[in-house]
């Protein structure tokens, strides 16, 4: 059996953010002993529904604020997933922070159990931009928390950064790139605002009351990105993410992130949480009270399902290959290996996607690499224009 990933949902936040769409409640800090209880029998019922035990080689924590979560907590559902699964003695384990929700004491007390990389939340060094973005915290959260991480002993680091935000000019994107290069991270991911349905962003944007940055001047704040990245010595190895050399040609690249791009399984559980196993898509029930209910009450069922289920459907082999086609595109470095597209589907890549392929390189947007040019990526206009190219495929 394939080595599986598994992403864990921690859907609690402080306060909820203006601009965010993502499965995470406010206010509900209470239900976390419960929550973490019921996490644990998820992932008790999902295991025992197999006859031996699943190998598991990166483990996720993402939110929510993972960092709501005491050690203790922590150190609960690790010990779960170590008992049910074949956990392996290198698995990459993230846990995904808010600056100002972790201290000296608890980053240590993560860093003692096996968690091995932090993903902090930082988005802008700019106090007026994170005020837009009703974040928390302030940028020296943010080098204290580093500073903390570095103490502790984590030497695998990611910050996460938003750009194209209400009022943000080149330069101020430019000022925080550069602040945040000074805390010499491994691993940086960048990511255009995008105005979500439903959420207070949505509304007062039709209100006319955020100043979005237009198309233009957000191409260019992505550009500026590639430009100095690449000389800071950072491979971009994803549309959104960047990582540092890691050792003799490898990279600071998050292994778990890698599972999905390269389409392979994972277990996705908690609240909302999706997965993909088994050649079936899951999808768990997103309010916090019926995750717990369902599986308080719920017994295994054939691997991959769990009581937690909402959706649980399987996938056609058409759209396995769609699916490769648009996730696989998204590593601009690696791109999808026409070898393993033949091996996995038994079917040629160009002779599958022959009407939709030639026209895309025209249009400049991918191209075909590395020395036999047997791999095909985007090029760097078709990370500019990536929806364009993906939805050819949908
Ligand atoms: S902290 Fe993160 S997950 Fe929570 S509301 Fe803000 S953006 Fe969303």
Redesign the pocket.
Known sequence: MDAHSLYLHIPF?????A??D?N?F?GLENTIPAYVNALCREMRLVAASLPYRLPVHTLFFG???PSLLSVEQVATILETAATVFDVSPRAEITLEA?PGTVTRETLRGLRRLGVNRLSF?VQSAHPEELAILT?LHDYSDVIRSVQWAREAGFENLNLDLMFGLPGQTLERWQRTLELVLGLRPEHLSLYCLTIEKGTPFFRWSARGLLEIPDDDLAADMYEHAMDRLGEAGFIQYEISNWARPSGEGTWYSCRHNLQYWRGLPYLGMGAGAHGYAGGFRTANVKPVPHYIQRCQLGESQPFPRSPANDEFHPVSVQDEMAEMMMVGLRLTEEGISEEVFQHRFGKNLREVYRNILPALEQQGLIEWAGQNHDHLRLTRRGRLLGNRVFSAFL
């Open positions: 936040c402080q306060k909820r953010c601009y965010c993502f995470t406010a939110g929510g604020t808010n939340g974040r």
